[in-house]
């Protein structure tokens, strides 16, 4: 099991459009190959802070995912509604979740 973790630090005039993007990218990610798992949920004490969880039957239906069309939106997303934002694999550093968009998605 993989579990993908993107947590995304909303523009406060953007949150709702954020959470209304996640919540339509989280149902089709439901649907992908090897999804187990999708939750999205807000932090208690700071609205704006978003996370998407995802849970991976095994590594390979991942990095598929990270090549979808449905993972560009969801970055797209992010990028453009958020302030900051960070991608971790099995809670790994930032770094590593970065650089493994990056290797499925042939930017390395």
Not at 13 to 23: I, P, T, V
Not at 84 to 99: L, P
């Amino acid at each position: 099991m993989v579990v993908l973790t993107i947590s995304s630090n909303a523009r406060s005039n953007k949150r709702n459009e954020l959470l209304s993007a996640c919540r339509l990218i989280s149902d089709w990610t439901r649907q992908e190959k090897g999804c187990l798992d999708c939750r999205l949920s807000q932090d208690i004490d700071n609205e704006n802070l978003i996370y998407l969880e995802e849970t991976w039957e095994r590594r390979s239906y991942l990095d598929e995912h990270f090549r979808s069309d449905i993972f560009s939106a969801l970055l797209g997303a992010v990028k453009l509604l958020g302030k900051t934002h960070e991608i971790r694999v099995n809670g790994g550093a930032q770094k590593n979740g970065r650089d493994a968009v990056k290797r499925a998605r042939g930017m390395c």
